[in-house]
């Protein structure tokens, strides 16, 4: 006598795989907003067209300093994660994903701008 086939489907398992990737999608959005301040503060410094000093430092200390820290440490997550797991780099929608990388981009040459400044 032959049993019906078993299989290893497990109803569950995708669940816990999109909840197991929340993490980078959470992460995504609050650096993508980190991102978007780091514009906001950049055009800021560069015409002064918030008078209010209270919102101005807020805007410059998202913008600046979470995103200078988050948007590296996630874009090498992406990397990771594609090397090893693509499945979960799904999670995160393609237009976030390629948002975030321009956005390391623009701050990488916002930074040698920076250094090209201070040294004539």
Partial sequence: MVGPPTTNYNPGSYREQTTNSRWL???SRVAFICNICFLIAFSIQMTDWIK???ITSMIALIGYVMGFILNPLLVVCYLLIFIFSKKRLKTVPSWLLTANILFLVI????ILYLNDQRHP
């Fill in 25 to 27: 999608l959470v992460l």
């Fill in 52 to 54: 209010n000093e209270d």
């Fill in 107 to 110: 701050q990488i040459l916002y």
